[in-house]
């Protein structure tokens, strides 16, 4: 006679990873700095457990069908900077991932209601013949102010974006050492807007340097950011696309992680800090398992990591007081991502304006650029002033488009604007209005990109921005405002910004760290190397040589 | 740049069967180059966030792969396997729920519940559950000259051993409703478990396939999975696992690598010939041992190797293999209140929606559906309230896996319905995918038909609707050829000796020497995300001193070996 014994099987169908588990290091987030710092410890031969909340690695290294269906985007990072001098690109071979870089020599155009455009250029030349057209003079300033300020990044803040930060007392020391690190030094009492009046005459080609300078969230009339002006203009005409979407960078550090031994788990969500008698000693996951680790990276913002995660009532006073004093980013991004039927073609004769990986319009001059950006902080968007970027990814990678033969034709893009989390209204209540005015101007912009030409929208606000990473409060795409008490040293706060935490066992190494937001490979880089001394293992890795030759000139003796 | 590269294996695809093999082949110390042709591996294991907190799943959803030797060869929890609910948990025996027909939802008869359980092997003891579902997928086809009857077919064996009963000859020739006939009364419930195998491998009203069918139902129930859901990250998330296997096995795995030709040297698979944009400098790969296409079938042959080097035969064979009755239209639903069902398909146990299966009540309600899709092949024009599909909701998700975290809002789906292949559809193969008002169109037919059930499918309450047509499918993921979920069908001439065709039913090509094919349209037991295909393959890899396995490795125990092979079989040597 058979009987039944329920479902239950002797056998466990899925064997899982197991719910308590012990580790050298465990990393919270897998964007670009946990992945970073995960490779180097993991192939220090560190036990290393990477964890990350959303359903893929990446963070801010995103390429997403959210054109759904058929059409991949960079939803988030596209425009890579610091390919030129990241440690990370160096000590590891990803082109055995197919890691591949395409930094073309037209980086942006900036295009007005008139036809006439500005280009910026890998090469200065190119810029300066550009500039021409508007100012002789200005061409003149720009080609040899260029080739300084190429010296000074390449000789001293690329390589410090590397470096552990030093008081500013320390900076100006070390600084006067080289006629170069004397020029850096006058440029930073200055704000961008001053650098930018002080040295160029003409108003468009004002407004095209400003745009770039101040695009990643510098405050034009902020004093004490002078360095990051030489910097950012610099690196804006050394962008880089990521063959295939910038996720491919992630995927090819995952690939190292993994390799070397370390494990990655994804669709995870940290729900707290262990603490046992004041020291950080483990995380909880929301689905119930629970990792130990010697030492505990967060990559998050001050915030989630001290007040969510660690809680309020762990940190000693003065860390509480700057957590909680922390300022977000004062503006962030809306992105509209369109399919259309044509690549966008935009006023200009001159046909390298349509073909530049970044196109800039909607600004006539200057004014109209800091009105917007007056507008933005107050939290307002006056859709007639408004401007921002355009940029034809499919143009650039054809592997974003995967549809029928019949459409294969199609175009991915974007719109970027500068944008408040809290616009007046509410993004729910007033983004397809925004939507509309966006595509009205494009199409002024770009005749082709009629409405009879758009296939498909979709609008990532900067309340979309923070529902995909909550870490990224408010929308802030830097994870923390740029300004001089939230920089360097300060990066997030005098206790913190060397990566180490007053809590014995935590770490801090994300985009609220030194050198701060962006795909930089700073913080990752620098807390791999804070917590490979910490827990006493051999580095594998050397300094470029571009911040050896730094140290020696800057740091020692 | 041009340096030249070497690997021993390469594999085309990344897909879950192109992954598995890698995973394989890795651990057994071979050097593996894997090529993607799309950003991101994992071909139809897939996840999409298509707007900011609402995650869908275009493709597979249930993981059915809970018997695979997989778990315990490949050790997939290391590299962060997890499902999202303990799956060791006990599962009470009534199905929380049944069938849905017009007149509301069914309860399962004790007695139908016992008779499933027992032609799935679940009573008695020992249960034979586990055994069945191995011998049907998880083992590889026999040698050409073994005679494929009762007594040599695994799940006959296994039959034979553990329940004589219900071993007879007729088996082989059943339908799986002949089979069910025997042991269920409920029409209702026998309409939804041929509707399940239908969307998930193997036809109820096939012959010659009854028990691949029950079997394909089998493994997405209990005690297989405990809910009909996947792994954490999804199904996506389990090939997170699998490609991780790989990858900390020492696999290199590009994306963004189309391959565009198999070199053919002498007989011989060679290498291969990347696109002209493929993400790196050298577009030429060689291999030692092996390629292995994890690519579609039909692409395989007429493309990548081309009539250059094969018959015309051969070629119409490969042309003839039948992508029907794989393409399924998915939908989810993005709305601003919970569903919630109509009266008559609540449930006690369940307050909340988590979908179900919807007009599976007769059979002349099936034959409509199936000669619609498969007969005349025509778009759907079959009544919404006759219409049958199935869907998962979200409370089928764990808690900590939420599927949707936009404040105020839920999502839905998918819903999968059945629809004929667009490059069979007598309406033209864009006929279903014609542009924004062919979608509204779609997207209103699969609102009316979710309707049935729901009293709150309304256009206050839905926000948006996400559909991926097959033909949109089949570009997407250029593995489902056809949107065909299945990639060939498993009906008698193509199923497990016969699959794809007699003469590749082995997983080898003939007269191209070191030429393996992995896709779920060119191997037994074909679609589904069951490791089975890379484990199958492993026996005839090592048949041909490809790969040595460590002692991890353990075979089917149905496999035959082949007379001058090394046989699979750990330690036997040539036989
Ligand atoms: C729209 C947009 C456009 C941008 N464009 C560019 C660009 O073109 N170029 C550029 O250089 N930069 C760009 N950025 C900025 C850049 O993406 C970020 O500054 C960068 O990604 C920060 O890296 P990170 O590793 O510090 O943190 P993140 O990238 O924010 O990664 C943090 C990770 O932690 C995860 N996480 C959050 N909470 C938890 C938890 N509780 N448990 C576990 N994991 C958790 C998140 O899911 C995320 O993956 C852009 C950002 C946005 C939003
Ligand atoms: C709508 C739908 C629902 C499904 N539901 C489920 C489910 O619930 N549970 C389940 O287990 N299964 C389900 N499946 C089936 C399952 O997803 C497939 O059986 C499985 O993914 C097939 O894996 P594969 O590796 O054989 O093929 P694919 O997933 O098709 O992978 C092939 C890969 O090869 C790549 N490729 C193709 N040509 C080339 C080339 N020339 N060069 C380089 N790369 C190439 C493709 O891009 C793709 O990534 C579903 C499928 C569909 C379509």
Known sequence: MMEFKGYQHPQSYFPEFPPESEWDVIIIGAGPNGLIAAAYLAKAGLKVALIERRYEIGGGLATEEILFPGYYSNIHAIYHMMVDYMPVLQDFDLGRHGLVWIKPNLQASMVFENGESLLLTRMIEDTADSISKFSIKDAQTFSRTMGRWRTIIREILAPATFIPPMLPIEITMALQKTDVGQELLELVEQSPLDIVTNLFENDKVRAMLLYNICMWGLDPRETGVGLFVALYLDRMMNKCYCQGGSHKMANSLGREIVQAGGVILDSSQVNNIIMEGGKAVGVDLWEGRTLRAKAIISTLDPQTTFVDLVGGENLPVSLKESVEGWKYDKWSLNTLHVVSEEQPKYLPKDQWASESFMTIFGFEGMDQMLEHWDNVVAGKLDTSIMGGHATCESFWDTHLVRVPPDRAHRQVSFFQHHAPYNLEGGWEQKGPEIEEAILQKWAKYAPNMKKENIVMTNQETPVDIEIRFPNMRYGSIKHGDYKPIQLGCFRPNQECSGNATPIPGLYTGGASNYPGGCVLGGSGYLVANKVAEDLGVTKWWKPTKEMEKYTKTYLEG | MAKEERYDVIIVGAGHNGTTTAAYLAKCGLSVLVLEERPEGGGAQETVEPIAGVRIQPHAIGNYGGSAPGWEQLELWKYGFRMDYDPRYEVPFDTERGPMTREGTLQVAEEDQMGWAKITGLLG???????????????????????????????????????????????????????????????????????????????????????????????????????????????????????????????????????????????????????????????????????????????????????????????????????????????????????????????????????????????????????????????????????????????????????????????????????????????????????????????????????????????????????????????????????????????????????????????????????????????????????????????????????????????????????????????????
Request: aromatic content about 12%.
């Open chain 2, 125 to 575: 003891e020992p249960m034979f559950h586990k055994e069945l579902l191995r011998a049907t997928f998880w083992t590889p086809p026999h040698p050409s000259y073994i005679e494929n009857d009762e007594n040599t077919i695994p799940y006959m064996q296994v039959f034979k051993q553990y329940s004589p009963d219900l071993w007879t000859k007729e088996l082989l020739e059943y339908t799986m409703f002949d089979f069910l006939d025997q042991h269920i009364k409920s029409e209702a419930f026998k309409v939804f478990q041929a509707y399940i195998a239908n969307v998930s491998g193997a036809f109820g009203h096939f012959p010659g396939v009854a028990v691949p069918a029950v079997e394909c139902v089998a493994t997405v129930l209990p005690p297989a999975v405990a809910k009909p859901v996947a792994s954490r990250g999804n199904m996506h998330g389990y090939y997170h696992a699998l490609f991780r296997c790989a990858v900390a096995n020492g696999a290199t795995i590009r994306t963004c690598c189309p391959v565009e030709e198999i070199i053919i040297e002498h007989g011989r698979a060679v290498g291969v010939r990347l696109r002209d944009d493929a993400t790196l400098g050298n577009k030429t790969i060689y291999a030692n041992k092996a390629v292995i296409s994890g690519a579609h079938i039909k692409p395989t042959f007429l493309k990548l190797i081309g009539p250059k080097h094969l018959d015309a035969g051969f070629l119409q064979k490969i042309k003839d293999l039948s992508l029907k009755g794989g393409s399924l239209y998915m939908t989810h639903f993005l709305t601003k209140e919970q569903l919630r069902y109509r009266e008559q398909y609540k449930w006690p146990s369940h307050e909340s929606f988590n979908g179900g299966f919807y007009c599976m009540e007769n059979m002349e309600i099936y034959w409509k559906n199936l000669e619609c899709v498969l007969g005349r092949q025509s778009n759907l024009d079959i009544p919404p309230d006759e219409a049958m599909w199935g869907m998962v909701g979200q409370t089928n998700y764990a808690e900590s896996q939420p599927q949707c975290t936009r404040e105020g809002y839920y999502v839905n789906g998918p819903l999968w319905m059945m629809v004929p292949t667009p490059e069979y559809n007598v309406d033209g193969t864009l006929a279903m995918d014609n542009g924004p008002a062919d979608k509204e169109k779609w997207d209103q037919y699969m609102v009316k038909t979710l309707s049935c059930i729901v009293e709150n499918a309304d256009s206050d309450n839905i926000v948006k609707i996400w559909s991926d047509s097959p033909w949109g499918q089949e570009f997407r993921n250029t593995g489902m050829l056809g949107g065909s979920w299945y990639g060939t069908r498993c009906d008698r001439d193509e199923w497990w000796n016969e699959r794809p065709t007699q003469e590749l039913a082995r997983y080898r090509v003939p007269d191209i020497e070191g030429l393996y094919l992995c896709h779920q349209s060119a191997a037994h037991p074909g679609g589904l995300c069951l490791m089975a295909v890379g484990y199958n393959l492993m026996h005839i890899l090592i048949e041909d001193g490809i790969c040595e396995p460590g002692p991890w490795w353990y075979e089917s125990p149905w496999y035959i070996p082949e007379e001058g092979k090394i046989s699979a079989k750990p330690g036997q040597g040539r036989v």
